[in-house]
């Protein structure tokens, strides 16, 4: 009877002890993917401190209440009480804290952990909150915490959703006032909502506004739906979206919204360009005979080629075709060299309600009735070339000044701008404040530019040494035939092998990337960096950008190169030859330029094909992978796997092939490249071991969804790796979108229960 009161003694012992030993399931927030990111995104939780105790009858009368926590001391016998009875409530406990505890195993809850750098606080004392602190207080954090002071804070909690796009997450009020903020958690969770993201290359596109909206967002959002008729716009300068609106309907109530965010072209909504080639012309305009010149004299100018002087009170009238001119959101760039940092001079001037100049060496800008905005941040100096521009936000009745293509002021207007049907004068407005300088060429665009579109413009002025353009003909000429002597000279010389910049194309080892080195990156979006870390591509116009990628893509290999004929084909179908020919070589020669800093890149023409040389030290992204993937598709040594695994996955995981691109040429690439990393993904699933290699596995079945979202074999990857974790809830996440996004596509449900992909081991090949 001793022994086995022992033995029952020790059992109980065990039983009450053991659950100290096992640690509960910890996440950092961060660590999640993005599908389980969304579902907390999309609810609120009440705020609980670790030394305020909930009522007892809590969660008898407020069983829909979700509950977070927020503590200092993570291993405190009263948190540890607090989350052990939250645990029989909630699969999930979220806990603000800047360390994770150490939870024990009977706690069956999964514990997600939010750093409180990584939320938005604001506190809440009236039913209103004032929309200049939302710039303030607002940032690129995914959630938000608000701490209501009283009991008048619902309906601001709600304007607080809709005017920045940020459900209130975390709602915290006092011990006395917990009933009430339970009350607004449980009105926020009620509501419906419209929620998705805004994407620009696979990564988040920031700063992005909303039509009939007050709201500006940082990537992901949501709305309550009654807020805003049920459709989505969003607006960002600079970019246009893809779809441009969304409708909420049943079909897709419960889906996340994407769109895609895709920038113009430089010259995109550029309505007049005023160049002053021996005379002013509008570069935009059919027939420019209404441009009046008063006294304004022209000369050659060695960075801009024409330029127009103004002194002795002259000025130019742009005529009856100028009246609809800036007649809502516009954008105006100006190259001006002035004489005199005194006085008040005009740049442009249209009737009593627009006035750009300069008054006492500052940027500034008039309307009627209304002092004038004086930017003493935006100097303009005596006496050298100054890109000058200013821009009109209408959607925040805003302007913005630029000097040199960098930001200097954003003055927010009094009263609403309203356009004129006066002519525009250039050097001179209504009240004859006559500009005293040169000018060399002035833009207007009938949209909103964005800053790197600006300092774009400021890079490439489009006049530049247009007065050097019969020289530079004249010595391209010679160029041309002595480059051609040279050749002919060389094809009868013996062939020698000296390809000093040519590709590696054999199986080598992966390559280390320095943060100083000249690389262009292929995966997540085509980026193009010098040795200064500068990122260049920033710089490429679309065309300019595709031009890139097509000659890329033919750089690699044995036949590498693309012939002239094919570039015109692809990039400018329908054009005659002799245009093609001009638009070739001006886009040829901007590349080059592009390309003039790169050390260990050259853009080679040889043998009819254009192709790209390279320099064993560049690092060349898209040669990387395929001489990655090439090493290691028949290897089955786990050591070599384990080392080298890393840096693939690495590059995978920031984003597809060329993502962003989208252009019909470039499917068959972009498809070969895709079919190659699945088929490498899925064979490593036959090769590396689910407890040894767990880490490893699942960010391969991850990267194979990154390219296919619907491929079941890296679900059942993913499924059957988290729950040997004891991970059930984030299998289920995944799977549970999964489901959603295949009823989506294929407008039928997903046939395989859970339960059945538990038990499944995926095969190599499976899809």
């Known amino acids: 009877m001793n022994k086995i009161l022992k033995y029952r003694l020790a059992g109980v012992l065990l039983f009450t002890v053991l659950p100290f030993f096992i640690q509960a399931n910890v996440i950092n927030y961060k660590d999640l993917p993005d599908s389980s990111r969304l579902q907390i995104r999309l609810k609120s939780f009440l705020l609980i401190g670790a030394n305020e105790k909930l009522p007892d009858t809590f969660f008898d009368s407020r069983a829909n209440i979700p509950v977070a926590f927020t503590v200092d001391d993570v291993h405190s016998a009263a948190f540890m009480e607090q989350i052990r009875t939250c645990s029989s409530n909630q699969s999930q406990i979220l806990l603000i804290s800047n360390k994770p505890p150490l939870a024990p195993g009977d706690i069956q809850s999964e514990i997600i952990v939010c750093n409180p750098d990584e939320i938005d606080s604001l506190v809440c004392s009236s039913d209103t909150i004032d929309p200049q602190l939302f710039e303030s207080f607002l940032s690129e954090n995914e959630l938000l915490k608000v701490t209501v002071n009283d009991s008048n804070c619902r309906e601001a909690c709600f304007d607080l959703w809709k005017k920045t796009g940020k459900l209130p997450h975390f709602i915290y009020a006092k011990p006395s006032g917990i009933r009430e903020a339970a009350n607004i958690v ?31 967002t ?8 009654k807020a805003y008729n049920n459709y989505l716009i969003p607006y960002k300068p600079g970019y246009r979206f893809s779809p441009g609106i969304i409708y909420q309907s049943t079909s897709n109530a419960d889906d996340m919204k994407t769109f895609n965010g895709i920038k113009y072209e430089p010259d995109f909504g550029l309505e007049d360009h005023f160049t002053f080639q021996n005379k002013v012309k509008n570069e935009k305009w059919k027939n420019t005979n209404g441009l009046i010149t008063n006294h304004v004299k022209f000369r050659k100018d060695k960075k801009f080629g024409g330029v127009a002087v103004f002194e002795n009170r002259s000025y130019i009238d742009a005529g009856p075709q100028s009246t609809e001119m800036l007649s809502s959101k516009f954008s105006i760039i100006a190259w001006i060299k002035v004489d005199d940092s005194n006085g008040k001079y005009s740049i442009l001037g249209k009737g009593e309600n627009f006035n750009l100049g300069i008054y006492h060496g500052n940027l500034t800008f008039s309307m009627a009735g209304i002092n004038d905005f004086i930017s003493e941040k935006s100097p303009v100096p005596v006496g050298v070339w100054t890109q000058v521009a200013m821009v009109y936000s209408e959607i925040n009745n805003r302007i913005y000044f630029y000097v040199n293509g960098i930001q200097t002021d954003q003055i927010d207007l009094i009263s609403k701008y309203e356009a004129s049907d006066y002519t525009l004068l250039i050097g001179n407005n209504l009240w004859e404040e006559f500009f005293t300088g040169e000018m060399g060429e002035i833009k207007i665009w009938n949209r ?77 979006g085509l980026k193009v960096f010098d040795a200064t870390g500068a990122e260049v591509s920033l710089k490429f116009s679309p065309k300019l950008k595709q031009l890139f990628t097509l000659i890329l893509l033919h750089s690699h290999g044995n036949n590498k190169g693309i012939t002239s004929k094919q570039l015109a084909e692809i990039l400018w179908p329908g054009a005659n030859v002799a245009n093609t020919k001009n638009i070739r070589s001006t886009y040829v020669q901007n590349l080059r330029l592009s390309l003039a800093s790169f050390k260990h890149i050259e853009l080679v023409f040889s043998n009819k094909r254009w192709f790209f040389g390279f320099k064993e030290t560049f690092y060349n992204e898209f040669a990387q992978v395929d001489n990655i993937l090439s090493h290691l598709v ?8 384990e080392a080298q695994l890393p840096s693939l996955i690495a590059i995978l995981k920031k984003g ?10 470039l499917d068959p690439f972009i498809e070969k490249m ?5 088929e490498f993904c899925l064979s490593m699933f036959s090769i590396l071991d689910n407890r040894e290699h767990n880490a490893l596995l699942f960010d391969l079945a991850e990267i194979i969804s990154l390219i296919d979202p619907l491929n079941e074999s890296a679900l059942q990857k993913k499924i059957n790796l988290l729950i040997e974790q004891g991970k059930l809830s984030l299998a289920n996440n995944i799977y549970t979108n999964f489901v959603k996004l295949y009823k989506e596509l294929y407008q039928e449900d997903y046939s395989i229960d859970f339960k059945v992909l538990c038990k499944k081991t995926p095969g190599p090949h499976s899809s």
Not at 205 to 212: A, D, G, P
Not at 634 to 641: G, R, S, T, V
Not at 674 to 678: A, F, K
């Open 634 to 641: 028949n290897e089955k040594n786990k050591q070599i796997l």
């Open 186 to 216: 449980s009105a926020l969770n009620s509501m419906a909502k419209i929620y998705g993201v805004t994407w620009e290359n696979g990564k988040l596109l920031r700063e992005v506004y909303w039509e009939n909206t007050e709201a500006k």
């Open 218 to 225: 940082y990537g992901y959002f949501s709305f309550p739906l």
């Open 448 to 524: 909103e530019l964005d800053k790197d579109e600006i300092y774009y413009h400021y890079l490439n002025p489009s006049g530049k040494n247009d007065f050097l353009l019969p020289g530079l003909a004249a010595f391209i000429i010679i160029l041309i035939g002595v480059t051609t002597f040279l050749f002919i000279k060389k094809r009868r010389q013996p062939k020698k092998h000296t390809d000093a910049l040519k590709i590696r194309h054999t199986k080598t080892p992966p390559q280390k990337v320095l943060p100083e080195s000249e690389r262009i990156v292929c995966f997540g």
């Open 674 to 678: 895709n079919n190659r990393i699945i």
């Open 656 to 665: 597809r092939f060329l993502e962003g691109i989208e252009e019909l040429w």
